[in-house]
């Protein structure tokens, strides 16, 4: 494992200072801590001993969809826990007051944890991952660059051509309303996406509301544009109307279309449900001894706070899923990282102070998947990348999830982790990317 900053590399268990600053850097506390949340946000949560979160947007109205983005408000994550067990060993005194740098993982630390390192370093160039979300934010483009500047990344803008900021219909400047949630949601994403997939260029298509139809129509916009890689990190109950909206706004051949699979828990949301999409669970993931350096389990708070899963109860199974226990579809059918208190850094700056945050939810599992869709190349035309990680090359390409549980369905699969197949990791996470390759 290692843990980037620019005062501080740590590389599985080897802390290197580089400079005095790191003596003040050592250990890291959550940037914004005890900032408000955006106007209508749900109070901060209690996630675990570690940390307290609040949900980054307002609660949707009815007929609306909700950001799926989690923003740490207080306590230690596990990035944090491992730069002070680093600092006490190398005799480094924290300093708690530093909240001017990130607390969670950033790209070095994803790209190992899901053996993308090779593929990061070398893939993406010339393929484009769609952001869809909901509302504007006026700073998406300036914040990204603080992300990526801050770690290494090259400069992805608008003026070389790397990033393009849309409306749903396909406007550059007639953009929607501004909204600081959905903002925080937008700059999660476009971090996410960078971190896995450097190389990739970023469409974010923004959607004039939350309703389906929007956001719909915004993932229609994106594939119009070209978008092959399209992450939707947002959801809502399920509906009669579930089957047109596959038709409509998400059967599309040819392109990966990741959507997380919920934080509510046990139970089925749409559009995770759909049949033509890849769905996202999420998990907690800590640096350990092992191997691979990395273990993961299925992220859970309690029975209603943490990843989604389960039956459909309108959307058809697609072929390529073959358990048993739901005669519609099941979600989810891959994972990655969401647990707040494992959660990852993001730079934010619009409706709050600006600064880094630690963010969770699936909203952040569900944009990393559509970067390892980009790194593993162009999906072949009439295909459905949501198959790809059901194939013999695919589940034996995921690194396997069996321990967690997300909430209450008796002992079966839909709802706790086991070898193989279950609801809240699918097939598991990625271990390069040769699950989500055709």
Not at 70 to 79: D, E, I, K, P, S
Not at 100 to 122: E, H, R, V, W
Not at 149 to 167: D, E, I, P, W
Not at 405 to 414: D, E, F, I
Request: some cysteine; proline content about 5%.
């Amino acid at each position: 494992m290692r843990i980037e900053s620019p005062q501080i590399s740590v590389t599985r268990g080897r802390w290197r200072r580089i400079g005095a600053a790191a003596l003040g850097t050592a250990a890291l506390v959550i940037a914004g801590l005890g900032t408000a949340a955006p106007a209508g946000a749900t109070p901060a949560k209690s996630v675990s001993p570690q940390v307290t979160w609040t949900r980054a947007c307002a609660t949707p109205t009815k007929g609306q969809m909700a950001c799926k983005a989690l923003r740490v408000t207080g306590g230690t994550t596990a990035f944090q826990k491992e730069q002070q067990a680093q600092a006490r060993t190398d005799a480094v005194t924290p300093n708690a007051a530093d909240a001017s740098t990130p607390s969670g993982y950033g790209p070095s630390d994803l790209q190992d944890a899901y053996g993308l390192t090779s593929a990061a370093a070398s893939n993406g160039s010339g393929e484009t991952i769609a952001i869809v979300d909901a509302y504007n934010d006026p700073n998406a483009e300036a914040d990204l660059a603080k992300y990526r500047t801050y770690y290494g990344l090259s400069a992805c803008t608008t003026a070389n051509g790397c990033f393009k900021k849309v409306s749903q219909t396909g406007s550059t400047t007639s953009l929607p309303t501004s909204d600081s949630g959905w903002s925080e949601e937008i700059s999660l994403d476009l971090d996410m996406a960078s971190a896995v997939c450097p190389n990739c260029s970023i469409l974010l298509v923004e959607a004039k509301s939350a309703t389906m139809a929007n956001l719909g129509t915004a993932v229609n916009e994106a594939v119009t544009l070209g978008a092959k890689y399209v992450s939707n990190s947002y959801g809502g109950s399920e509906s009669s109307s579930d089957a047109t909206y596959d038709t409509s706004y998400f059967k599309h051949t040819g392109v990966a279309i990741t959507v997380s699979a919920g934080d509510a828990g046990y139970g089925a949301e749409y559009p995770a449900a759909s049949q033509y999409v890849t769905s996202v669970g999420g998990t907690a993931l800590s640096a350990d001894s092992s191997s691979r350096g990395w273990s993961e389990s299925v992220w859970e708070t309690s029975s209603t706070e943490g990843t989604g899963s389960g039956c459909s109860s309108y959307d058809t199974k697609p072929a390529w899923q073959t358990d048993t226990g739901c005669t519609k579809r099941t979600i989810a059918d891959v994972s990655a990282v969401a647990d707040p208190a494992t959660g990852v850094s993001v730079y934010d700056s619009y409706g709050v102070t600006a600064g880094w945050y630690t963010f969770g939810g699936t909203s952040a599992s569900a944009p990393i998947i559509a970067g390892v869709y980009a790194l593993a190349g162009t999906p072949s035309s009439g295909s459905y990348p949501a198959k790809f990680p059901y194939t013999a090359a695919g589940t034996s390409a995921l690194n396997d999830v069996t321990s967690g549980t997300n909430g209450s369905c008796g002992s079966t699969y839909l709802c706790t982790a086991k070898s193989g197949y279950d609801g809240p990791t699918g097939y598991g996470t990625p271990e390069g990317v040769a699950a989500f390759t055709g």
